[in-house]
């Protein structure tokens, strides 16, 4: 996929210059998360979030490019000019529709702000300006900068407060995980002065927990620590003891990070103690840290993924990528996805689209905005969990 976007970056840049050219909250009493479980007081006390499945959006801010930027790729480039091709109704939609788990791509920007507030695309092919949050301080939330920039939430604040205004509406609900892809990768310049990311580094992990820390006080977020608990790792506490009960996690939210190379090291490196984290990180299944895994191919990642859902760990995957599967129909991936046992199922498309005419549509099975997981839940799961919300 990274390549994909490297060659359709490219391909939006020489449009450009020919263009150019041419014009000259947890429930009271609930205890804590980490706590073992005990008889419960209600319907699916028992259940864990790791016995559960929820529908996920993928690049949950995402507003497509305009019809004339994706016209101008599509003479040029073809096909792979599709993979942008979408659009994400905004955050509090999503989650009245069900989807419990949303990711976000965040970018540094300077003290100042406004790093990304001029696109130098924009006056080349006649766009509007870009949402005035850009100008303001703090971590942005956009696809790419300088080509594919509209978000329904243009800054990490703004996308969380979202979140929490939604949660506050609907106390009690199924905890609702956010997926942070922490962006500094540069794009081909053939001259109009593209922005360069600032790189990620301790001091913005800093300033990331800090916005979260703005917008969720500490009893509204189940950390890597909670899960924890007494035990000697995070990995050990989700093989042998098992995740928090579902009861008592109601009204949550979690945060993790979608990175496995030199990013994840260096928020871990800033905060080497488990207890001062707020994000848990993607780490093989052997690492002390490990709980939370990004496996986004439910075909030919089937058995890892169904092994590492087995052994207690949480995967996330994908239903659909680059608009394929929603253009042709094809349901084997989605079916996959479901079937694996992943607990984030990741989609593009909550909704149909109605301009591929196919129908294809991700749901979670069920009237729920969770089921029992088909892999890792117990037999009671279905007898007993009350899993709306």
């Not at 993979?83 to 069900?98: I, V, W």
């Not at 990331?208 to 890597?224: N, Q, S």
């Not at 659909?320 to 498309?349: E, I, L, M, P």
């Not at 099975?365 to 117990?378: F, I, K, M, T, Y």
Request: with cysteine; hydrophobic share 40%.
């Amino acid at each position: 996929m990274r390549a994909r976007i490297h060659h359709l970056l490219t391909a939006v840049v020489t449009v450009a210059a020919l263009a150019t050219a041419v014009a000259g909250c947890r429930p009271p009493g609930s205890g804590g998360p980490g706590a073992p479980g005990g008889p419960g007081d209600g319907a699916g006390a028992q259940v864990r979030l790791n016995e559960i499945q929820v529908l996920a959006s993928h690049n949950s801010y995402h507003v497509e490019p305009e019809p004339v930027l994706l016209d101008a790729l599509k003479a040029f480039l073809g096909e792979p000019a599709n993979g942008l091709e979408y659009t994400h109704r905004p955050l509090a939609e999503q989650f009245d529709a069900g989807v419990r788990q949303i990711e976000l791509d965040v970018f540094a920007d300077d003290p100042a702000g406004g790093r990304y507030a001029a696109p130098k695309l924009a006056p080349v092919f006649g766009l509007a300006p870009v949402d005035p949050a850009l100008s303001t301080p703090g971590l942005k939330v956009i696809h790419v900068q300088e080509v594919d920039y509209r978000s329904t939430c243009p800054t990490l604040v703004d996308c969380l407060t979202q979140v929490r205004d939604w949660s506050d509406a609907h106390p009690g609900h199924v905890p609702i995980t956010i997926q942070v892809e922490a962006k500094d990768g540069t794009i081909p310049d053939p001259g109009f002065g593209f922005v360069t990311p600032l790189p990620w580094t301790g001091d913005t992990f800093r300033e990331l927990e800090a916005e979260i820390a703005t917008v969720f006080t500490p009893d509204r977020v189940l950390t890597p620590a909670e899960v924890r608990g007494d035990a000697a790792s995070l990995n050990e506490a989700v093989r042998s003891r098992g995740w928090p009960r579902l009861d008592q996690a109601r009204g949550q939210v979690m945060f993790v990070l979608d990175d496995s190379g030199a990013k994840r090291d260096a928020y871990r490196a800033e905060l080497p103690d488990l207890d001062d984290r707020t994000v848990f990180v993607d780490v093989p299944e052997t690492d002390p840290d490990a709980a939370v895994m990004v496996v986004n191919d439910p075909i030919g990642s089937a058995d890892r993924i169904r092994s590492l859902v087995e052994d207690g760990f949480i995967v996330r995957t994908r239903a659909d990528a680059d608009t394929v599967q929603a253009r042709t129909g094809d349901t084997t991936r989605r079916d996959a996805a479901f079937a694996s046992g992943a607990h984030y199922v990741s989609t593009d498309y909550v909704w149909p689209d109605d301009r591929f005419g196919t129908g294809y549509v991700v749901d979670l099975p069920g009237d729920d905005p969770a089921r029992c997981n088909p892999v890792s839940a117990l037999p009671s799961c279905e007898r007993a969990a009350d899993l709306g919300g």
